[in-house]
C-alpha cells in the first residue's frame, strides 16, 4: 500500500505492516450518537458577540461542541481527543494598549485644564474617547485555551478561561485533559498510528472543522515522523 503526500513523495506503508482496513476500523471512529454517555458539559456564553457555546464530553475521549450565534445554531463538530495535544497553549491579550490609551485621554486633559483653565466642553471629546477605548478593552480581552491537533499547530478548539467561572473551567480542563491521555493510550506505538491520525484528520476536513490547507500541513507532519 503507497500513499503520494506530493509529486515528489510516496509513502510505501506495507513496510510499517499496516494493514488496509486499519483506515477503517469501527473502533476508531465516531461512535452512534444512541451510544454516547455524557462525561461532563460546559456552556460558555459571551454576551458581546452573542455566541453561545456548549462542550460536551462523552464517552471518555469525545467532545461534542455545539455553537448557538445570535439564535442561530452553525454545525456541530464532533472531536475525538485521541488526535488533540495533551497541554493547550494558554493565550493572555489584556488589551493593555487600549486601558493606557484610555487612561491618557483621562489624565492628560484633566491636568492640562488644572493649569490652564478652559471651557468645560474641551474636556468632552478626550473623556468620550476615553470611554471608547475601554469599553473596546473590554469586549476584546481575551484569556483562552487553544488545543490543537496532535502534532501541528493547527487549533481544533478554544475554552475562554474567564467564563462561567474559572473554577468550573479549571475542573473542565483537568477532566478534559484525562480524556485525552485515555484515548491516546489507546494509540499504537511509533509510525502505526500515522494513518490512525491522518484518517481523523481528513474527517475532521470533510466536517468543516479545519480547513483544507490546515489538513495537508497535518498530514504532511505525521508522514514526516
Request: contains cysteine; aromatic residues 8%.
Amino acid at each position: 500500500m503507497t500513499i503520494a503526500v506530493s509529486q515528489g513523495d510516496v509513502i510505501n506503508l506495507d513496510r510499517w505492516s499496516i494493514p488496509d482496513l486499519e483506515l477503517e476500523r469501527d473502533g476508531w471512529s465516531v461512535p452512534p450518537r444512541d451510544s454516547w454517555r455524557i462525561d461532563r458539559r460546559l456552556r460558555q456564553t459571551r454576551m458581546s458577540a452573542k455566541t453561545s457555546t456548549l462542550f460536551t464530553r462523552f464517552n471518555g475521549h469525545y467532545m461534542l461542541i455545539q455553537t448557538k450565534r445570535r439564535k442561530r445554531d452553525l454545525p456541530e463538530q464532533v472531536i475525538d481527543l485521541t488526535f488533540v495535544q495533551e497541554e493547550p497553549r494558554e493565550i493572555r491579550d489584556y488589551r493593555l494598549g487600549l486601558w493606557l490609551a484610555g487612561a491618557i485621554c483621562m489624565t492628560v486633559p484633566a491636568a492640562l485644564y488644572s493649569v490652564f483653565p478652559a471651557p468645560l466642553l474641551w474636556l468632552i471629546a478626550p473623556l468620550v474617547l476615553a470611554v471608547i477605548f475601554m469599553s473596546l478593552a473590554v469586549r476584546t480581552t481575551r484569556h483562552v485555551f487553544e488545543f490543537r491537533a496532535l502534532n501541528s499547530d493547527v487549533v481544533l478548539f478554544t475554552i475562554d478561561a474567564r467564563t462561567p467561572s474559572r473554577e468550573q473551567v479549571d475542573s473542565f480542563l483537568t477532566e478534559l485533559r484525562e480524556g485525552i491521555l485515555r484515548g491516546q493510550r489507546q494509540l499504537p506505538d511509533g509510525k502505526r498510528r500515522i494513518p490512525l491520525a491522518v484518517a481523523e484528520m481528513r474527517r475532521l476536513a470533510e466536517s468543516g472543522v479545519i480547513g483544507k490547507d490546515d489538513y495537508e500541513q497535518i498530514k504532511r507532519n505525521w508522514f514526516a515522523m
